[in-house]
């Protein structure tokens, strides 16, 4: 697919999230009319229609797709710098590496202020991620062995992580429901506290696309065109662990979007690698989008887990794929 097909696609799927996101304005448990929602638009008046959409809608939705294209284009970034089809923010183990030290800070460190949870997201899934890479190099770094360290890593951080919940007391039921990656009553307070980490890791690595693109072909080829790989690849590894730390904070894990996202983007065949990044952020968004619409209004007035939603959607994706012997790795050149 040449550049011009690939930008209109990127613009008719940012224009379908748009849409969802314009769409999720109305229903909930106060339905809103169409004319409700843009009168309150175009003047906001401070009523309850105003408040809906301004306070409680609007951001929520925005959150999902900023959420979205970040943990896309974390996967993706993971993908490559791994060369396994894989690899994701929760299969390397890095959200079970940011959530756990969170948890344990909202139980044990009350008093902890809330905006340094990413940064202790941050140090956790990088954590987490190095020692899920160094138990695959003991395997070569093969797609298997990759995927075992990292459901081993997760699953140690899980019981750690349940274990705190037992102890959390009346806070569990809170965090279960965090723990299951959602973005009910997140305002923009939340989505301001999200927006640097994942701007700056997805700007990050539409500048890098180059070193992403060598990175993907393979570390010698990457070493012959000149790239220091001891200096690069725990840059892209914090660069794809970023997203990750801003968004789970808020979220908490939101699962299949960095493994499916990239896959169903290269299916698409676009041209280049930063047509290839952008074109996974705007289907990461689009999907989180939809799910969290999906999970508020399917079941009002309660509401399912964000997490649920892109589970159901993301296994069969990931099924398919499998089965028709798409889940590959084809770098694209620099």
Known sequence: MDARKSGIIIGLIVAATLLVTFLGLMPGAKTLSLHDVLRVLWAPDGKVESILVWTLRLPRSLAAAMAGAGLAVSGYVLQALTRNPLADPGITGATAGAVAPIVACFVFLPWLS?????????????????????????????????????????????????????????????????????????????????????????????????????????????????????????????????????????????????????????????????????LTAAIGALVVTCADLAGRTVAIPKELPVGIITALLGGPIFIYLIQRGRLDFKAQQP
């Open 114 to 278: 809330s905006a340094s949870y990413p940064f202790i997201g941050l140090a956790g899934g990088l954590a987490a991620a190095a020692v899920t890479f160094w138990v695959a190099r003991g395997g070569n770094g093969r797609p298997l062995h990759l995927a075992l360290g990292g459901i081993s890593v997760s699953l140690f951080l899980g019981a750690i992580t349940i274990y705190v919940l037992l102890l959390a007391g009346p806070q569990s039921t809170a965090l279960l429901f965090w723990l299951s990656g959602g973005f009910q009553g997140r305002t923009w307070a939340h989505l301001a506290h999200m927006a640097p980490w994942v701007v700056f890791g997805v700007a990050s690595a539409l500048s890098l696309h180059r070193v992403v693109a060598m990175f993907a072909l393979s570390d010698h080829a990457a070493a012959g065109m000149g790239l220091q790989l001891n200096v690069w690849k725990p840059v892209l590894l914090i660069l794809a662990i970023l997203p990750v730390a801003g968004v789970a904070p808020i979220a908490g894990p939101v699962a299949f979007v960095g493994l499916a996202a990239p896959h169903i983007a290269r299916l698409l065949h676009p041209r280049g690698t930063m047509l290839e990044i952008a």
